[in-house]
């Protein structure tokens, strides 16, 4: 059951509109990495977890989190549209490069579909899809991807930062800053702990079947050597790398009998 307050998680709001920021936030709402991917991944993953209900309870708490998220964002985007202009004749564009920059450049969605409020897409104006979420149902791999998921996320709310100096922005920016760092730490917490329990594998109990002889080497498959500093050095599960300057090829010449022939409508 999710129960909604008007108030928001923390403050959302501009010193003043600018409909170019706005269109840059979207990233973070409805991009590959942004918050409506972390609210349906770590809710799938809590939802699916049958497994500690220490981790269970820790996705859903982030998952309804980032639900917040989601709404500071769309909130902030709303403000940032508040008085964007939504028509403007070429002669008026002509006299004000200024608001032919702003035209230019804002989110036509914005106000063609969406009536001047933030939309699940990127800033391109491609649709969020569900494609870009990870519910494997398996803890460890879950784990690791959203610490990946948290890290992109920071990393763009960064560059989103010193795209602006409208303090009230930066203001709400700052704040899931400081959420993305407790996120990504308490999934490497969650991480670490399950790999200890299950091994650092996924999954891991199929190392009997594997062809061990290829598991631990890395092939030199560029022109360049650097990858051959690992040579020797101990891998996370305790055994060590070698190095196979030349892999050669093993499989040999396919020799696949055609497709019939109506298949391709060359009959002759």
């Given at each position: 059951?999710?129960?909604?307050?008007?108030?928001?998680?923390?403050?959302?709001?501009?010193d003043r509109p600018d409909p170019l920021m706005a269109r840059r936030l979207q990233?973070?709402?409805?991009?590959?990495?942004?918050?409506?991917?972390?609210?349906?991944?770590?809710?799938?993953?809590?939802?699916?977890?049958?497994?500690?209900?220490?981790?269970?309870d820790l996705l859903l708490d982030t998952g309804t989190e980032e639900i917040a998220?989601?709404?500071?964002?769309?909130?902030?985007?709303?403000?940032?549209?508040?008085?964007?202009?939504?028509?403007?004749?070429?002669?008026?564009?002509?006299?004000?490069?200024?608001?032919?920059?702003?035209?230019?450049?804002?989110?036509?969605?914005?106000?063609?579909?969406?009536?001047?409020?933030?939309?699940?897409?990127?800033?391109?104006?491609?649709?969020?899809?569900?494609?870009?979420?990870?519910?494997?149902?398996?803890?460890?791999?879950?784990?690791?991807?959203?610490?990946?998921?948290?890290?992109?996320?920071?990393?763009?709310?960064?560059?989103?930062?010193?795209?602006?100096?409208?303090?009230?922005?930066?203001?709400?920016?700052?704040?899931?800053?400081?959420?993305?760092?407790?996120?990504?730490?308490?999934?490497?917490?969650?991480?670490?702990?399950?790999?200890?329990?299950?091994?650092?594998?996924?999954?891991?109990?199929?190392?009997?079947?594997?062809?061990?002889?290829?598991?631990?080497?890395?092939?030199?498959?560029?022109?360049?050597?650097?990858?051959?500093?690992?040579?020797?050095?101990?891998?996370?599960?305790?055994?060590?790398?070698?190095?196979?300057?030349?892999?050669?090829?093993?499989?040999?010449?396919?020799?696949?009998?055609?497709?019939?022939?109506?298949?391709?409508?060359?009959?002759?």
């Amino acid at each position: 059951m999710f129960k909604h307050t008007r108030k928001l998680q923390y403050n959302a709001k501009p010193d003043r509109p600018d409909p170019l920021m706005a269109r840059r936030l979207q990233e973070s709402l409805g991009g590959q990495w942004g918050e409506v991917t972390g609210m349906m991944s770590y809710l799938s993953q809590g939802w699916s977890s049958t497994g500690d209900e220490k981790y269970k309870d820790l996705l859903l708490d982030t998952g309804t989190e980032e639900i917040a998220h989601v709404e500071m964002i769309s909130t902030m985007i709303a403000y940032l549209l508040e008085g964007a202009p939504i028509h403007a004749t070429a002669e008026e564009m002509k006299k004000d490069p200024s608001l032919a920059a702003v035209m230019g450049g804002m989110d036509i969605e914005h106000g063609l579909v969406h009536g001047m409020t933030a939309s699940l897409n990127n800033p391109n104006g491609a649709a969020w899809n569900a494609g870009y979420t990870t519910s494997s149902g398996n803890l460890v791999a879950d784990m690791r991807f959203n610490v990946v998921r948290e890290s992109e996320a920071r990393l763009q709310v960064s560059r989103l930062y010193y795209m602006t100096e409208d303090e009230g922005v930066r203001d709400m920016l700052k704040f899931l800053l400081a959420r993305e760092t407790q996120h990504q730490l308490q999934f490497m917490k969650a991480q670490e702990e399950l790999e200890e329990k299950y091994g650092v594998i996924v999954p891991g109990d199929m190392g009997d079947i594997e062809h061990k002889q290829f598991a631990h080497t890395i092939m030199n498959f560029s022109d360049g050597e650097g990858s051959r500093a690992f040579e020797g050095q101990t891998a996370k599960d305790g055994h060590k790398f070698e190095y196979q300057e030349d892999p050669e090829a093993m499989g040999g010449i396919p020799e696949t009998k055609p497709a019939d022939k109506r298949f391709h409508n060359d009959q002759g």
